[in-house]
């Protein structure tokens, strides 16, 4: 049987993390075992706390001594991953676990390794409850990428990605914080991998509602693109 290693980094995620966790063991993978692994990068909040009290045998929960980032997290998560497939999941609600089917058929079917599901036809449709600044700012990430690298994506920063473990098994990861996702597709790209996307639905934070990354982010993105495109 495959199985499905879902990575679930959170950090400061008090009022959503149960609620995650809850909607990732109850999806339904058709001969598809789950391994879910959640790390907690030393939360200030209730996180930790309630992670403590969960009594479940079936989940891997890493409480980090430090504060290192969402990229050290995912790092940590995949060290300690045994799945066929990896699936990175936010510890918020901004992404549904109902669609775990359509992103990981086309690597089960065989037509793809490496799966992003694309924010971008619903992050339109909910603009208005999005900071502009957000969408327009990866709108700009993913053209650079795709000038840079030569590809023709449409959501480049979202947090939905999944591939097979061989894809991964050669990269050495360094990022420590939201550098992780133009590291990760950057050097996934380089190693010779197609990225598949498919749509998403996405329901966006603003930052007093727990929204975490900020223009400084995209600014660093951009030097991470174009670092990788010409170093590892």
């Not at 065989?110 to 799966?115: P, Q, T």
């Not at 449409?154 to 939905?160: L, N, Q, R, S, V």
């Not at 929204?211 to 010409?230: C, E, M, N, P, Q």
Request: proline share 3%.
């Amino acid at each position: 049987m495959v199985k499905l290693s879902i990575i679930i980094p959170a950090y400061n995620e008090e009022k959503t993390i149960k609620q995650v966790i809850e909607k990732v063991k109850k999806v339904q993978l058709k001969g598809i075992s789950k391994e879910i692994i959640i790390v907690d990068d030393c939360s200030k909040d209730s996180t930790r706390r309630i992670l403590r009290s969960i009594n479940d045998g079936s989940l891997k929960i890493i409480l980090c001594n430090k504060n290192s980032g969402k990229g050290a997290a995912i790092r940590t998560g995949l060290n300690n991953s045994t799945g066929d497939i990896i699936l990175i999941q936010d510890a918020d609600l901004e992404y549904n676990p109902e669609e775990y089917p359509k992103l990981v058929n086309p690597i089960i079917d065989g037509s793809a390794k490496v799966v992003y599901g694309s924010r971008l036809d619903a992050i339109r449709k909910d603009i208005k409850n999005m900071y502009k600044l957000h969408y327009f700012g990866n709108l700009f990430l993913t053209g650079i990428t795709n000038l840079v690298y030569g590809t023709k994506i449409t959501d480049m920063e979202t947090g939905y990605k999944v591939f097979r473990k061989e894809v991964i098994k050669g990269i050495n990861l360094r990022a420590n914080r939201f550098d992780f996702e133009p590291e990760i597709t950057a050097k996934i790209i380089k190693s010779g991998y197609k990225i598949h996307e498919v749509p998403i639905d996405f329901v966006g934070r603003k930052f007093e509602e727990g929204k975490k990354i900020t223009w400084v982010d995209g600014v660093k993105a951009v030097f991470h693109l174009i670092k990788y495109r010409f170093t590892d």
